[in-house]
């Protein structure tokens, strides 16, 4: 039962934070809503539920680390990083604002952010190096990173990957947000992955291989990625929804960085509050 009620508890959160991200992007005329609905899920599971962290001492030297790559889809992580207590949520009104704390991508002056996403590709890379450096300082700490699909298709992803293995990376968990859209189309149709879980087993990963939306299937996956120990880096490949819990922006590249107007907006928010979170996967 309490894990029943544990997991409603994550999907009531997820539900709450698809409408904050309409209403920040919103507010803001501008911002990425796809890619921040369909990471929510995993988002609201890592913080709520895996992530040792301390929204008191953001930068406490034993503390899981948490990298997105995917740095556009910024507004996800705000507005769960603004609940879990980093910084008010008085902050999301000035999302993209000049002078103002949360700038479209994540930045290291906020409280939370452990790394400045911006050119996409360089995420992995840069928690490969975190993860690397907790082991030589003999810290009992993970480093989870999260990427996209059309992210993927980069070289750097695939020198990581790759470069995680050899090092026998273990304390290494990346997160494919893979949302099937990618900014002008879909990922099938710029650039195929094909079997992802093929590649990275190929290149010596553990893969775990999810319904992203499920939070059952989440919390899961996480917590038996967290138990690896066979020197391997382990990825979670997220089966998600770009634009999920909107009918309108679901596998719509045009959401993909376009803030909606005020009619799609109201209806947004009133597809969400219909959301029933006992059927929701």
Known sequence: MARKNLILELKQKA?????????????????????????IDMLVALYF???????????????????????????????VLADRGFFPKSELDGFRKINRMLQGHPELSTPGIDFAGGSL???????????????????DCKVYCMIGDGEAQEGAVWEASMAAAFHKLDNLIVILDKNQVQE????????????????????????????GHDMGQIVKALDKASKMRNKKPTIIISDTIKGKGVSFMELNYRFHGKAPNDEEYK???????KIDIKKFK
């Not at 992530?51 to 997105?68: M, Q, T």
């Not at 992995?124 to 300082?137: E, S, Y």
Request: glycine fraction near 10%.
């Open 15 to 39: 539900k709450d934070f698809r409408k904050g991200v309409i209403e920040v992007v919103y507010k803001a005329q501008s911002g990425h809503p796809g890619g921040s609905l369909s990471e």
């Open 49 to 79: 539920y895996k992530l040792r962290v301390d929204a008191k001492n953001p930068k406490w030297d034993n503390r899981d680390r948490f990298v997105l790559s995917k740095g556009h889809a910024s507004p996800g992580i705000y507005v």
């Open 121 to 139: 590709g360089q995420g992995i890379c840069f928690a490969h190096g975190i993860a690397l450096a907790c082991r030589l300082d003999k810290k």
């Open 184 to 211: 002008t189309g879909r990922t099938k149709d710029i650039m195929d992955l094909g079997n992802v879980a093929l590649k990275w087993k190929a290149f010596g990963w553990n893969t775990i291989e999810i319904n």
């Open 267 to 273: 209806r947004a928010i009133e597809e969400i509050e």
